[in-house]
T-cell receptor
Framework: GAGVSQSPRYKVTKRGQDVALRCDPISGHVSLYWYRQALGQGPEFLTYFNYEAQQDKSGLPNDRFSAERPEGSISTLTIQRTEQRDSAMYRC????????????FGPGTRLLVL | QKEVEQDPGPLSVPEGAIVSLNCTYSNSAFQYFMWYRQYSRKGPELLMYTYSSGNKEDGRFTAQVDKSSKYISLFIRDSQPSDSATYLCAMSQTKAAGNKLTFGGGTRVLVKP
């Protein structure tokens, strides 16, 4: 089937606005991860879900960042009151079997905060 | 200092040469080691996966892990222009913890025809 999809692919917003980034994992995948990737850097872990339960949010930079996966499938990463330093590529990955398998990454959402 | 260090490159080699990539890390709790390939404007895709120390070979790719030195390597034999990409090493402590990955910064590789 289809791979991990993310929307929007590009998002330009003004400082202070809220943004919501969506991830649609591979069908049937139990685990879903959010990473942030700065230009020229590797992805940096933000948070992780098994089914609808958020298992680890230790990588979220501050309380402006939150994520949810209410039905154990699609997930939304929300950034409130965006700041210029939030500009980055936000990547979602999913895996089967409670994280014991390969993580498949989506194409990412490029966020630019002006 | 970052937990995982990786030379950013770029590493330029002629077609057919061996590409040698490596990462060092500081967290001795890492047990699972991966190499991802990332083409421009694409998401990372898994190339190799190894557990603990040792070697693993898959086609033209060989991954090595030396936990005593906290050093991992990826070798690409008979390199092709299609191998031109950024290569990211990644590590995790345990699958039971959800396989949270810690990545290196990536090495950009260019294979010239």
């Amino acid at each position: 089937g289809a791979g991990v999809s993310q929307s929007p692919r590009y998002k330009v917003t003004k400082r202070g606005q809220d943004v919501a980034l969506r991830c649609d994992p591979i069908s049937g995948h139990v685990s879903l991860y959010w990473y942030r990737q700065a230009l020229g850097q590797g992805p940096e872990f933000l948070t992780y879900f098994n089914y609808e339960a958020q298992q680890d949010k230790s990588g979220l930079p501050n309380d402006r960042f939150s994520a949810e996966r209410p039905e154990g499938s699609i997930s939304t990463l929300t950034i409130q009151r965006t700041e210029q330093r939030d500009s980055a590529m936000y990547r979602c990955a999913s895996s089967g079997n409670r994280g014991r398998e390969t993580q498949y990454f989506g194409p990412g959402t490029r966020l630019l905060v002006l | 200092q970052k937990e995982v260090e990786q030379d950013p490159g770029p590493l330029s080699v002629p077609e057919g040469a061996i590409v040698s990539l490596n990462c060092t890390y500081s967290n001795s709790a890492f047990q699972y080691f991966m190499w991802y390939r990332q083409y421009s404007r694409k998401g990372p895709e898994l190339l190799m996966y190894t557990y603990s120390s040792g070697n693993k070979e898959d086609g033209r790719f060989t991954a090595q892990v030396d936990k005593s030195s906290k050093y991992i390597s990826l070798f690409i034999r008979d390199s092709q222009p299609s191998d031109s990409a950024t290569y990211l090493c990644a590590m995790s402590q345990t699958k039971a913890a959800g396989n949270k990955l810690t990545f290196g910064g990536g090495t950009r590789v260019l294979v010239k025809p």
